[in-house]
């Protein structure tokens, strides 16, 4: 069987890739007016500038048999912008899958590399995508690990048994214990007002003070955010703001998900102001009905030991897509920024640095 790979605009094989998705239903839809929502949403919001398609036809038919995507994304370490990029929807035909369309298919973002089109790839794939990944010699990063303070364990523990509830109180005071006598919490800038913030607000606030960051960070539009974050298809997330009081400019966001399970999906802040670990604690300390605070990162990075030493504990992921998502990353050693590229303990990266 011969097959045909092309790169693609995505705007030109939309309703192509949509039936193929939906033929194989790998989205969380149920209806094909629900994936044209969801493919829509993804290449209106996923991507800071045009995104790419790469897909495998058979030749004989033309049938698509394969597809993957790749949005840009822009970090920023210091005053160095970086051109990266992160994988979407990769899938083969089931009827293909030991055929070498996979790995053609993972080639397509290591040519993107050697190309020179972007500085980073970064890739958030299940064991099999990251195993092709690694053959084709991308840095294994593993996966993301949760870093998780209780706030209150009385509703956690009673949910697994009514009995376990008197126990909460003990537990409580030993994480107020643990994050009293922490150090990697910045107390001296918890004067910072806190307050959610609506898509239209958001628009509008200025970041354009902050100083520049120490560490790679995603870099995004206040537009991508909103998209990102607020006005995806069937979820729903909280943005907060932290304001200068007085002044009332935004000197940093926390993305979590409006619940008594604050996950937080993503944080930027203004280094002159605060640090992120300090401003999730802030914001979670606001939340009344809090009862834990859950932040997926890398532990390689030096944002996970920080959030270690303001308490957190290092908890294996209860959320079964995060367990079985592995990060790895593609950079040539000759990049003007390779040093930082090839560090990941000097990356902040986020649950929202993924694609979904």
């Known amino acids: 069987m011969t097959f ?11 309703d192509e890739v949509i039936d193929f998705f939906f033929k194989h239903r790998r989205w969380p839809g149920e209806t094909r007016a629900d994936y044209e929502a969801i493919w829509d949403w993804r290449h209106r919001a996923l991507s800071e500038g045009p995104p790419l398609g790469y897909i495998a036809r058979l030749q004989s038919t033309g049938e698509i048999v394969g597809h993957v995507g790749v949005y840009r994304r822009e970090f920023r370490i210091g005053d160095a912008r970086i051109a990266g990029c992160v994988p979407g929807n990769l899938f083969v035909n089931p009827a293909w899958k030991q055929n070498i369309i996979g790995v053609r298919l993972v080639m397509f973002f290591r040519s993107l590399i050697q190309n020179r089109e972007f500085d980073l790839f970064l890739g958030f794939g299940n064991e099999p995508a990251n195993a092709m990944l690694a053959r084709l010699g991308f840095a294994q990063l593993g996966a ?20 376990f509830a008197a126990v909460g109180p003990l537990v409580n005071l030993g994480f107020a214990a643990r994050r009293q006598f922490s150090t990697g919490v910045r107390r001296v800038k918890s004067h910072l007002d806190v307050r959610t913030v609506t898509a239209s607000e958001f628009l509008t606030l200025d970041r354009s003070h902050w100083s520049a960051p120490t560490r790679l960070v995603a870099w995004e539009s206040n537009e991508f955010i909103v998209e990102r974050y607020l006005k995806e298809p069937g979820a729903e997330r909280t943005l907060f703001g932290l304001f200068a009081p007085g002044k009332g400019t935004l000197e940093g966001f926390v993305v979590t998900e ?6 937080v999906w993503d944080c930027q802040t203004n280094p002159a102001a605060i640090d992120p670990t ?6 979670a300390s606001r939340i009344r009905r809090a009862e834990t605070v859950l ?5 390689q ?5 920080e959030f ?3 308490g957190f504990l290092d908890r294996e ?31 902040n990266i986020w649950m929202g640095s993924r694609h979904y």
């Open 4 to 14: 045909e790979f092309q790169r693609v605009d995505p705007l030109e094989v939309r």
């Open 144 to 163: 993301m690990h949760t870093y998780a303070d209780v706030r209150n364990a009385g509703a956690v523990l009673r949910r697994r048994h009514r009995a």
């Open 258 to 263: 409006p619940t008594a399970r604050v996950k």
């Open 278 to 283: 300090s401003a999730i604690a802030v914001v």
């Open 295 to 299: 932040v997926p990162t890398l532990p």
């Open 301 to 305: 990075s030096a944002l996970a030991g």
């Open 308 to 310: 270690m030493r303001a």
């Open 317 to 347: 992921s209860v959320d079964a897509v995060e367990a079985n998502t592995f990060v790895s990353a593609l950079s040539l050693p000759d990049n003007p920024h390779a040093q930082v590229l090839n560090d990941p303990s000097q990356w």
